[in-house]
């Protein structure tokens, strides 16, 4: 059974540092995109961050260059960096996996983890 696992959101106070992880299971992940979104309430899920099996990365223009995903394959495992936090960021966080060349929309992804909340305070 493929599962994802987030850990690592809570609440921080603008300016801060947060680093989420996502763990998973259940398959080989070392070929797959593996990506963060987010949902903040009453707004529609956004992309922020997607790294490719080659390490390549793509960033939503609203964190590019605050927040950096990275990853570890031997382990399963993908991270987002996220520093100077900001109110707007907080949302809770969804990693997912997809295709080899999978980008910024959340319909390319086949699998979905069950998210963790960041909350930025002012």
């Known amino acids: 059974q493929v599962q994802l696992v987030e850990s690592g959101g809570g609440l921080v106070q603008a300016g801060g540092s947060l680093r989420l992880s996502c763990a998973a299971s259940?398959?080989?992940?070392?070929?797959?995109?593996r990506a963060w979104f987010r949902q903040a309430p009453g707004t529609e899920r956004e992309f922020v961050a997607v790294?490719?099996?080659?390490?390549?990365?793509i960033y939503a223009d609203s964190v590019k260059g605050r927040f950096t995903i990275s990853r570890d394959n031997a382990k399963n495992l993908v991270y987002l960096q996220m520093n100077s936090l900001k109110p707007e960021d907080t949302a809770v966080y969804y990693c997912a996996a997809g295709g080899t060349y999978a980008g910024r929309a959340g319909a390319e992804y086949d699998y979905w983890g069950q998210g963790t909340q960041v909350t930025v305070s002012s």
């Open positions: 259940g398959r080989t992940f070392s070929s797959l995109a």
């Open positions: 790294i490719r099996w080659s390490g390549s990365t």
